[in-house]
């Protein structure tokens, strides 16, 4: 069964920590997507990536940062956590066609 | 600004009813459309998709219309189950872009 695979489902951290999220896809897809869904909101792309070392800025990308040294590994830094990053987020991956995403089971993060 | 809209953020429909949720978009470039479904905790989960090629496009009892004039899609659940109870999200791509734009979701609920 093919899968991406979020590293932690709950996080708590507090401010002005380091925060490393990380996503794995098994699918050898091509493309990788964060996002961040909030209620009201939905879902906005934060940041994507079209193959290892590239990244491209989403919506929001403001406070984080990005980092592809492998094709199935894709992690979101939050180089500062602020209360304003508590959300959940997404990890999705998709082929170079992008007919669709394969989306993790996220991460609910709190920032304390 | 949203290029894709959600505007009824919550839908409540008897078992055994048809659901319509209803999705708008302003971007005239679009071309590929989804619709996930999404559970708390969880990722969103792909359920069915439409191209621009197409107005109808069915799935059991799921079918996608796209009514491009209006730039419009909507998705139509028939018969509605309590397990259909969920928050669903239309998304859209345009031919030159690499990412999906999702709405902001409408939260279903079946009432057995």
């Known amino acids: 069964d093919v899968k991406v695979t979020q590293s932690s489902r709950y996080l708590v951290k507090r401010t002005g920590e380091k925060v490393f999220l990380e996503c794995v896809q098994d699918?050898?897809?091509?493309?990788m997507f964060w996002y961040r869904q909030d209620p009201g909101l939905g879902l906005r792309l934060i940041y994507f990536?079209?193959?290892?070392?590239?990244?491209e800025k989403g919506d929001i990308p403001e406070g984080y940062s990005v980092s592809r040294e492998k094709k199935e590994r894709f992690s979101l830094i939050l180089e500062s956590a602020s209360t304003n990053q508590t959300s959940m987020y997404l990890c999705?991956?998709?082929?170079?066609?992008?007919?669709?995403?394969?989306f993790g089971s996220g991460t609910r993060l709190t920032v304390v | 600004d949203q290029q894709v809209k959600q505007n009824s953020p919550s839908l409540s429909v008897q078992e055994g009813r048809i659901s319509i949720l209803n999705c708008d978009y302003t971007?005239?470039?679009?071309?590929?459309f989804l619709w996930y479904k999404k559970y708390p905790a969880e990722g969103p989960t792909f359920l069915i998709s439409?191209?621009?090629?197409?107005d109808k496009n069915e799935d059991g009892r799921f079918t996608v219309f796209l009514n491009k004039s209006a730039k419009h899609l909507s998705l139509h659940i028939v018969p509605s189950q309590p397990g259909d109870s969920a928050v669903y999200f239309c998304a859209a791509r345009s031919y030159t872009g690499n990412q999906f734009y999702f709405g902001t979701g409408t939260s279903l609920t079946v009432i057995p």
């Open positions: 971007n005239s470039m679009f071309d590929y």
């Open positions: 439409i191209s621009s090629i197409k």
């Open positions: 699918m050898d897809h091509e493309n």
């Open positions: 999705a991956s998709s082929l170079l066609g992008n007919y669709g995403y394969t």
């Open positions: 990536s079209y193959d290892v070392k590239m990244k």
